[in-house]
């Protein structure tokens, strides 16, 4: 169940961004609740998907081709929508735990909410990248009259493995941003506590 969790999650764009990960510790009822938000987005769009292949028997070629395309947009459009939601969600989350923490200065705040929100923009940038390649793609292999429908099959599934392999290298990049920025701020906050206690020890010398 968790592996199939951890699918979703990935497939919606939805894993929770390293930069806010370290905010959500001690919200465990709050990650439940948001893990339980996709479970349900899924299986709604199963649903609809069911539904919707229904609707294609007794239809010309060229009417399930549009029918087709209409829905998968319609889809998209639905998950473009949820996961401005949920980052939303995350924002505020992200900027009331920064607001509380007394550690890290403003500066140090303002970065870090600049780096969530960064990250966010890239990932809607490259899914809306890759829909607009995958419309183009589809249109593409349902216009060739030369390949069969097996041909057609390993077409698809070869496009999507070169994309999955997009989105893994991607997510790493992240990762590593994330890695090298709670380093950085870490380093900062140790000069921070460091200089802090070397100047109430020359205060205390001094008294």
Excluded at 54 to 79: M, V
Aim: aromatic share 4%; charged share 30%.
């Amino acid at each position: 169940m968790k592996m199939r969790l951890i699918g979703i999650l990935i497939a919606l764009g939805l894993v929770m961004p390293p930069a806010l990960a370290w905010a959500r510790q001690g919200a465990g009822r709050a990650m439940q609740q948001q893990r339980q938000q996709v479970i349900q987005h899924h299986k709604e769009q199963k649903m609809e998907n069911r539904d919707f292949r229904k609707t294609l028997q007794g239809k010309s070629p060229e009417e399930k081709k549009a029918a087709i395309e209409q829905h998968r947009q319609q889809q998209f459009q639905e998950n473009k929508q949820f996961r401005q939601q949920i980052h939303e969600e995350n924002a505020a989350f992200l900027k009331q735990k920064l607001a509380n923490n007394k550690k890290l200065t403003d500066a140090q705040k303002t970065e870090l909410i600049n780096l969530f929100e960064s990250q966010h923009q890239e990932n809607a940038s490259l899914r809306e990248q890759q829909h607009s390649g995958n419309v183009a793609f589809f249109q593409q292999i349902a216009n060739d009259p030369n390949m069969t429908q097996e041909q057609k099959r390993a077409a698809i599934q070869e496009h999507f493995k070169g994309q999955k392999a997009q989105n893994k290298e991607h997510r790493k990049e992240q990762h590593q941003e994330n890695k090298a920025e709670r380093k950085k701020i870490r380093s900062e906050v140790k000069a921070q506590t460091q200089g802090a206690g070397t100047t109430e020890t020359k205060e205390e010398t001094t008294k």
